[in-house]
């Protein structure tokens, strides 16, 4: 039934778009204004790319105000980006995340930045600056993105340089002491040309931390730096080189307990008391909970045109992140559950792809090779009455954490002893490895058979090795005779596990052109997350590992994109069905991968633009999913779930306003508004982690002055201060202390632009 009325609402723009009494809008007129992407990695029209394919430009970004990756995602159906940290950002498309942290597993979702796959999440996060588009395809892509890409891609495309001299800088102020300096400068000419671009944020946290010697919670200070050259000798070869640092030195990320102390959440921004371990600084790794966080990245993409419709281009990338994020997973004031990760590695991966094209035929072959090296180093410490008090009551009566954040808990090894004993420090480290090398061909045919229609097959071969490692010291806690977290000891050696595989991963699309610009398209595509080789296993022993073998999914869509009139967008519907669908969950305090069995969805997204008169346009955008883990009994205790951070409702709306006053000033205006259902915040779901639908409203606006040189503008996000909450569960739930993350409060200010 359900399925059937998607089919029909799509049947019914389709007719909408071909219907006579429609005046379709000037080709020549209509070409002017279409984004040129590279999401078939030839130049095209976005209208003409046959997927569902949602582009957010660098001036549509810049009109909105977005400056960070978790905001992109408002205005983007079907995408959802949680930023619970710069180390852990969360990137879910169709309801499908990828934000897992450890070594040993694949990413769903394909982060792609200027051509080079950047997936692993710890290494994901950067400040977004001077970028020309984002491109966010949906579906799998395995032929486009690389083996990533299961459900979808997210592509950051750098502004390049160009010839002429050109600069901005734009400083702002806000509430929080919210301070944002960025900009570019560009010079060069036809041949040669250079730009260097930055961005620095800082800004207090929206959480006071009541700890002594701790800084207030969510406190950002970031920077950002990217220098690119273009060299074009001839006009048949370019080449781009990039080299991209980003840095954060972030405060502590607010973990708060509804049942710890006076860290109650139902104020959201009420005070905190995070302070962490005694013993931070030599076990963890730093004092201060927070986040000390570099990335370097260098990018080489070389493109010739070689002969009559064919090019030949090669990208390649290197990419290093190291990253310590100290932080008190039990939320509260009690030398409890205290934490910190240091995540580092490498990637490194080179394509080399030809392409051909003709009024007939197009088509593109290629190879890539990728290779990752990473660890997770996570450290614990706890004082050994707290901890057994806290987790399982020793002392009757005693309690964990009293309201006014003392801890009586600290004087239950005093009690249990005798007052032998007054604090028994207990600390112990896990970390886990991944070494993961993926060769691949791939290659598209497209046939132009008629005019109006487009047909493309296309399949990526590829062999995968992956090497899983772990190594731990867990010694046994003095007294109570037995380890505190559930992993086996290696006395700090490492245990390696091997495994290969190989896939083949097609795709087939039609496009048909209705009218100049207006298509429809239909695509079926197999998308593939690698298998995980988990160390330790599921009898968490390490004499062998857990195999846990790929999640693969088939994708049906369909849909209708262009222009008409004043109006243009895209409507699609999709199918989407799992098999051994791959779920991380907390097991005492250990995060591993199961398979939850079978899952699918079915869901709709459209985009709607409308060009009003030349100085208003309006914008809107929903998305819709109906699935997750099929409710059957073969699923066990997944069976109905909904997926991670899945909304099944998402939309946002509003418009652009920008009137001229005399020759050289103008006055511009965009709110938006943005919507999104309830979202569950774990698997298995439950009502107690979970956030209900959520309206958030931005603004921004102000003058233009000196025909666009100057600009001042005030911007307003989350105007109406709503409160409520960016995550929940996490590491202190599955000990019996689920915390709870809030989201940013409204925050707003006043920024100066000045071009030239």
């Known amino acids: 039934m359900k399925f059937g009325f998607y089919a029909s609402s799509l049947l019914a723009g389709t007719a909408l778009a071909g219907a006579p009494g429609i005046a379709l809008a000037d080709e020549a007129d209509a070409d002017a204004n279409q984004i040129v992407v590279t999401t078939q990695k030839v130049e095209q029209r976005a209208v003409d790319v046959p997927i569902t394919l949602s582009v957010q430009s ?54 792609y930045y200027n051509g080079v796959d950047i997936s692993r999440s710890r290494g994901a996060y950067q400040g977004i600056y001077d970028l020309d588009r984002v491109e966010v395809a949906k579906g799998p892509q395995a032929t486009l993105f690389g083996t990533a890409a299961t459900i979808g891609a997210i592509s950051f ?30 010079l060069g000419n036809d041949v040669i040309a250079a730009r260097i671009a930055g961005q620095w944020k800082k800004r207090d946290g929206y959480i006071e931390n009541l700890a002594p010697g701790q800084d207030d919670l969510y406190a950002q200070d970031q920077f950002g730096l990217r ?102 997973a039990d939320g509260s004031a009690a030398w409890f ?52 008090q806290c987790y399982a009551g020793i002392i009757p009566g005693l309690g964990c954490v009293a309201d006014d954040n003392s801890v009586p808990a600290s004087a239950a090894a005093g009690l249990a002893t005798g007052g032998l004993l007054t604090q028994l420090p207990y600390s112990s480290w896990t970390k886990n490895y991944g070494r993961n090398q993926t060769w691949s061909m791939f290659g598209d045919v497209s046939w132009t058979p008629v005019e109006q229609l487009e047909l493309t097959a296309g399949a990526r071969v590829l062999i995968e090795k992956r090497r899983s490692g772990f190594a731990s010291n867990q010694p046994v806690a003095p007294i ?19 495994r290969s595989y190989a896939a083949v991963l097609p795709r087939f699309n039609a496009l048909y052109r209705v009218a100049p610009n207006v298509n429809l398209y239909a695509t079926i595509s197999k998308g593939r997350r690698s298998p995980v080789v988990q160390l330790p296993n599921a009898a968490n ?41 791959q779920v991380s969950v907390i097991e005492d305090g250990r995060t591993v991968t199961r398979s939850a069995g079978s899952a699918s969805n079915i869901g709709v997204e459209a985009e709607l633009d409308a060009r009003l008169t030349s100085w208003l346009s309006a914008f809107g955008n929903v ?32 418009f652009n306003l920008n009137a001229p006053l005399n020759d050289s000033t103008s006055v511009f205006l965009t709110p938006s508004i943005t919507y999104r259902s309830k979202i569950y915040f774990e698997i298995p779901n439950t009502e107690a982690i979970s956030q209900d639908p959520v309206t958030l409203v931005n603004l921004r606006g102000g003058f233009s002055l000196m025909q666009g040189k100057f600009q001042i503008a005030g911007y307003a996000r989350n105007l109406t201060d709503k409160k409520y909450l960016m995550d929940a569960g996490n590491t202190g739930g599955s000990f019996g202390y689920p915390t709870f993350i809030p989201a940013e409060p409204r925050t707003y200010g006043i920024e100066l632009t000045a071009r030239y």
Not at 175 to 182: G, H, M, P, S
Not at 547 to 562: C, D, L, P, Q, R
Not at 627 to 648: C, M, V
């Open 58 to 111: 660098g001036e549509r970004m810049r009109d909105l105000g977005v400056t960070e990756v978790g905001e992109l995602s408002a205005y983007v159906p079907g995408l959802n980006v949680q930023v619970q940290s710069a180390n852990n950002p969360g990137f879910v498309i169709r309801g499908i995340t990828s934000d897992s942290g450890s070594a040993q597993q694949g990413p769903r979702v394909t982060l």
């Open 157 to 186: 495309v750098s502004a390049k340089p160009e010839a002429g001299t050109s600069a901005s800088l734009t400083g702002s102020y806000g509430n929080l002491d919210a301070r944002r300096i960025e900009g570019f400068v560009n």
């Open 227 to 328: 220098g690119s050259v273009r060299f074009t000798p001839t006009t048949d070869f370019t080449a781009d080189f990039v080299l991209t640092y980003d840095r954060q030195r972030n405060s502590g990320t607010p973990f708060l307990s509804k049942s710890l102390g006076s860290t109650s959440v139902d104020g959201l921004y009420d005070a905190a008391y995070l302070g962490g371990s005694p013993l931070s600084g030599e076990l963890l790794g730093s004092d201060k909970l927070g986040l000390d966080r570099d990335v370097y990245d260098a990018n080489l993409t070389l493109s010739w045109d070689f002969a009559d419709g064919w090019n030949f281009t090669t990208v390649n990338g290197y990419r290093n992140f190291d990253a310590l994020e100290v932080f008190d």
């Open 337 to 388: 559950l205290e934490f910190a990760e240091h995540a580092k590695g490498w990637q490194a991966s080179h394509e080399g792809r030809f392409t051909y094209s003709d009024p007939k035929w197009r088509a593109s072959f290629g190879w890539n090779y990728f290779v990752e090296d990473s660890s997770q180093y996570v450290p614990f410490s706890t004082e050994l009455g707290t901890f057994l």
């Open 480 to 498: 109570y005779g037995a380890i505190l977290l559930p992993y086996p000891d290696t006395a700090g050696e490492t245990v390696y596990a091997r």
């Open 541 to 581: 022993t390490v004499a062998y590992a857990d195999e846990i073998a790929s999640e693969t999914v088939w994708n049906f869509e369909g849909g209708i994109k262009g222009s008409a009139g004043m109006f243009s967008g895209s409507l699609g519907v999709y199918y989407d069905k799992y098999d051994n669908f």
């Open 623 to 654: 998305g819709f999913i109906s699935g997750g883990i099929d409710d059957k009994a073969s699923n066990g205790a997944f069976a109905g779930d909904k997926f991670r951070l899945q909304p099944k409702w998402q939309w946002s709306a509003g």
